[in-house]
């Protein structure tokens, strides 16, 4: 079945550092969507990717699916303490199914 | 409405009770979703809902867990005979319509906690 993973598990950042995030998938994806839970919330939506290649910026977050729509990744410069928390992608197969990712938890260090 | 809720919002109960877990999605979603996330961990997928379509049950750990839809609009999900490995925090989201393609917007969780 489908598998969606992601490296690192644990980001520790210094405040005004830049970071990257990826999401791999064994299986070519539809679409995928980036989720971010504060410590103690829920997930909220970020942003979804749909098309091969496709690239979009949310202020100092750069959002990437792969040209394969097999991997993405979260870049996020001059990390700030409002970053802290984890980052899920969440992937859709070509069957419609959803997997999310066991996330990667940042911490940022001021 | 305002967005996704559930209750209770926490819930400590002993082991081998049964527990009932409510979800009022948005207003108009067609989709309604059950994850489990235990502490510090992903989320994991137990079940779907797609209008009145026959659930997606995939995920669910064993049948002691069970859920339904009524009405198109609330869920209930049920843990009969409780045990400690149950203990998590139980999410709900519901989106427009469409599996996978709809931004799901989460609920703020059921704190489940088993003596």
């Known amino acids: 079945g489908q598998q969606v993973m992601q490296i690192p598990q644990y980001q520790h950042v210094q405040e005004g550092e830049d970071f990257t995030t990826y999401c791999n998938s064994s299986t070519t994806l539809s679409n995928i969507q980036w989720y971010k839970q504060r410590p103690g919330g829920h997930p909220v939506f970020l942003i979804q990717?749909?098309?091969?290649?496709e690239v979009k910026k949310q202020k100092r977050l750069t959002f990437q699916f792969g040209e394969a729509k097999k991997n993405s990744s979260l870049h996020i410069t001059a990390t700030q303490t409002t970053d802290v928390g984890t980052y899920f992608c969440a992937g859709t197969d070509s069957w419609g199914k959803l997997q999310f990712g066991a996330g990667t938890q940042v911490v940022v260090t001021p | 409405g305002a967005g996704v809720s559930q209750s209770p919002s926490n819930k400590v109960t002993e082991k081998g009770k049964d527990v009932e877990l409510r979800c009022d999605p948005i207003s108009g979603h067609t989709a309604l979703y059950w994850y489990r996330q235990s502490l510090g961990q992903g989320l994991e997928f137990l079940i779907y809902f797609q209008g009145n379509s026959a659930p997606d049950k995939s995920g669910l750990p064993s049948d002691r867990f069970s859920a339904e839809r009524t009405g198109g609009s609330v869920s209930t999900l049920t843990i009969q005979r409780t045990q400690q490995e149950d203990s998590a925090v139980y999410l709900c989201?519901?989106?427009?319509?469409?599996?996978?393609?709809?931004?799901?917007?989460f609920g703020p969780g059921t704190r489940l906690l088993v003596l």
């Open positions: 989201a519901s989106s427009l319509g469409g599996r996978g393609l709809e931004t799901q917007y």
């Open positions: 990717l749909v098309k091969s290649g």
